[in-house]
């Protein structure tokens, strides 16, 4: 009785902590897609496909917590384990298919097609708010993880502390434009996309 009850609690915590991390990526995805959309910011625009993707991951994560725990049965007899090892592997597969996106849209930015920024203080706050959500989730996946070693829930954790960078990065990448901007550097205005191919080496 005492072990099905530590079964219960193991799997509530952890699909308490995958659905928290749905409902983050939901809000900071939509605050990135409206910015990133009236500012013109590559740089948000990719964490923002970014924060896409870190929703769909999270969903993956929240659904294998879910299957991983069910007990061994006729057609899986050593249990359901691996299906967090895979969950893993997609979330992977993922975020490099955005990079290859972010890549492209950056090289074509610098190279071929000039986008003009329009950095606004709304920006700045929704990134600051960005940074912030992911400090909280990854703390709480990772105590979480670590307490079941539950390698989903340490791939989002994971996931979500180079979250942190990729947005103080495109941060620093709309400060650029600004800089430029008051002092007359045309040429710092191609620190937007330059930020979004750094977003990508991070990611990767």
Same mark, same amino acid.
């Given at each position: ?70 007990? +061994? %049965? *006729?057609? $899986? ?17 993922? !975020? ?58 340490? +791939? %989002? *954790?994971? $996931? ?17 434009? !600004? ?26």
């Amino acid at each position: 009785m005492a072990e099905e009850l530590d079964i219960a609690v193991q799997q509530s915590e952890k699909q308490a902590v995958a659905l928290s991390s749905i409902y983050a990526a939901v809000a900071i995805t939509t605050l990135k897609i409206v910015v990133g959309i009236t500012t013109g910011s590559l740089g948000i625009l990719s964490e923002a496909a970014h924060s896409g993707l870190d929703l769909v991951a999270a969903a993956i994560t929240y659904f294998s917590v879910r299957v991983s725990d069910k007990p +061994a %049965d *006729a057609t $899986h007899q050593y249990g359901h384990g691996k299906i967090e090892n895979f969950s893993a592997f997609i979330e992977t597969t993922l !975020l490099l298919a955005t990079c290859i996106w972010i890549v492209y849209e950056a090289t074509k930015r610098l190279f071929f097609h000039f986008v003009n920024i329009e950095p606004s203080v709304w920006a700045f706050l929704v990134m600051g708010l960005s940074i912030v959500v992911d400090v909280w989730r990854s703390r709480r996946l990772r105590r979480i993880a670590d307490k079941y070693d539950s390698q989903a829930l340490h +791939a %989002d *954790a994971l $996931h979500f502390r180079t979250d942190i960078w990729s947005s103080s990065v495109v941060i620093l990448g709309l400060l650029l434009v !600004l800089t430029g901007r008051a002092y007359s550097l045309p040429w710092l205005a191609k620190a937007d996309p330059v930020a979004a191919l750094v977003v990508a080496c991070i990611v990767v």
